[in-house]
Each structure stands twice: as C-alpha cells, then as structure tokens.
C-alpha cells in the first residue's frame, strides 16, 4: 500500500495497519504470497481459516463498507490480513481467558443490546412511501418562506455577556472578526471563521417562518449593512451570539427538479424518527421503570 493509499485510511484502520506489521509482519507477508487463499479449496463464502476457525467474506465486505474505503483489491487485501490478525488475537485471548473479563462481558452485553433493539426497530417500523406530492408540497413551502434577499453572515457564539463585550470591545479597538471567532467563538462554524451558510427569510421576521434561523438573528441581519456588525450581542438561548453580514444578493431559488431528491430524502429522515419515536413512547408507555 502506497504513502497516499495510507493516508486516506481511518484512524482505526491505520491503527489496524500498525498492529499488523509490528505484530505480524513474517505472517502477513507469507499470506500476501499465497494470493488470500485464492485456489486453496476454502468453504464457498470463506475468507480465510485460522486455527480451524473460518472467517466469512462479508466481514470483509462489511470492514469495507464501515471504513468507507473504494473496493479496490488492495485495499481488500489490507482489510483481509486485518481481520486475520484480529482472529489470530482473539483466539489468543480467549485461550488466556479474556473473554471472561468484566468488561469483555459487559462489552458484548452491550453490542447484543444494540444490535437486538435495532433490529426490532427495523422491523416494526411502518413507512408510507414518500409521494412526489408530499415532495412537491415541502418544495412550495419552503420557497414561500424565501424572502427577497439572502445573507452571508458570520458570527461569533459566546457562552455569557462578559466574554461578548469583551469580544465587541475588541472589535471596536480593530481587532479582526476572523482573530476573535478563533479567540472567542464556541459555535462549530468557529473552524471556518464563523461563515454561515446563505440564508433567507421573510422580512419582517416572523416566528416559525425564518427557514431555521433564530427569530433574533433573522431580524439582526435584516437591518445590517454589508460589512456591518451587531452593536449588541444577540441573545440566542443561553449563548450570546455576534454577528457580522458579509454580503447579500437577490434570492436565488433552485429549481424544483435540481433539489427534489434532496427534499425526499429529508421528509424521509422525518418520518423515519417520527416512527421511532411513536413505536419507543408506545414501548415507555407499556413499560414499568423505576428510577
């Protein structure tokens, strides 16, 4: 595997690559020469055997998916001798009996939680398709809400008014906005100097209709100028919020074919929390907890 092919890797997987050379690198080495037990006879669906213990080939396809790495044959070759070590070390440690650990067991006790209560839920969840109407329906509404300007703006989310005044103090004494959004800001636009995305909304500011953004940021930046900032902090829940408009333009609305597999998607995601939520409130419901 090349320099760049690493690099892509997840931490995990680089974790993995390690182990595998520092612990095993004769073995790795001589099962790379055999070409991955390819024309050794194995079981139909069998990666590889260890020890009498076979390896199936969805773990591999499954390692691949989790890592979201391209299925190339190297990149199933690496994750094959991955899997072979991790059996290799398994096996070892069961032999020391490991498997047996508090927290080993605890380990597996969890996962088996996990897996069983979304495999329940896969199941006895009830989804009507989402119907090109619903889809056209959400599309309508939302560019209803569009108003005739959009924003870019930025901002700087600070914990409590101290820390803003100081913030806007520091403005005022010609500190740069990108400096105290690195300084100061708790939001997680701070990484990109607080740049938001281009928003949009009716003015004047209605509750519910500000496409997501704060009524008081929305009505903020309704009345900046461009290259103006907030003279007060805008109380946003409990954060204090400094906003800053970079720029503003006619609104451009995308057109209903360019957007609407996007809007399906997200009605899905909707109404697949919506039957999550209604089959676990009907289970709490049933349920007798003590706390």
């Not at 050794?40 to 773990?59: E, M, W, Y």
């Amino acid at each position: 595997m090349n320099a760049i092919a690493l690099s892509r890797l997840s931490g995990p997987a680089r974790l993995a690559l390690g182990l595998m050379l520092a612990a095993c690198l004769a073995p790795c080495q001589a099962a790379d020469d055999s070409g991955s037990g390819a024309g050794t006879g194995l079981p139909p669906g069998t990666l590889a055997v260890v020890n009498g213990v076979p390896i199936a080939q969805t773990q591999l396809d499954d390692a691949l998916r989790v890592a979201r790495q391209a299925d190339t044959p190297q990149m199933r070759q690496f994750f094959t001798q991955e899997l072979i070590v991790r059996e290799v070390l398994r096996q070892s440690a069961e032999k020391d009996g490991y498997d047996r650990r508090p927290e080993v067991v605890q380990a597996a006790n969890t996962a088996k939680a996990s897996a069983e209560a979304e495999l329940y839920l896969r199941d006895n969840l009830r989804l009507d398709p989402i119907t090109d109407a619903q889809v056209k329906a959400r599309y309508d509404e939302v560019v209803s809400m569009m108003g005739k300007e959009e924003y870019k703006v930025r901002i700087i989310s600070v914990a409590d008014d101290r820390t803003a005044r100081t913030v806007l103090e520091k403005l005022r004494a010609g500190v740069s906005f990108d400096e105290l959004v690195r300084m100061y800001s708790v939001a997680s636009s701070k990484e990109g100097g607080g740049e938001m995305p281009w928003i949009t909304f009716r003015v004047p500011v209605v509750e519910g209709k500000s496409q997501g953004v704060p009524v008081a940021v929305a009505e903020a930046v309704s009345h900046l100028e461009v290259g103006a900032v907030t003279q007060e902090p805008v109380v946003v829940d409990n954060l204090r919020v400094i906003v800053r408009l970079d720029a503003k333009r006619a609104t451009q609305v995308p057109a209903f074919d360019d957007v609407k597999d996007d809007i399906r998607r997200q009605l899905h995601i909707v109404a697949l929390n919506k039957a999550r939520a209604d089959v676990v409130g009907n289970l709490m419901q049933a349920a007798t907890i003590r706390q």
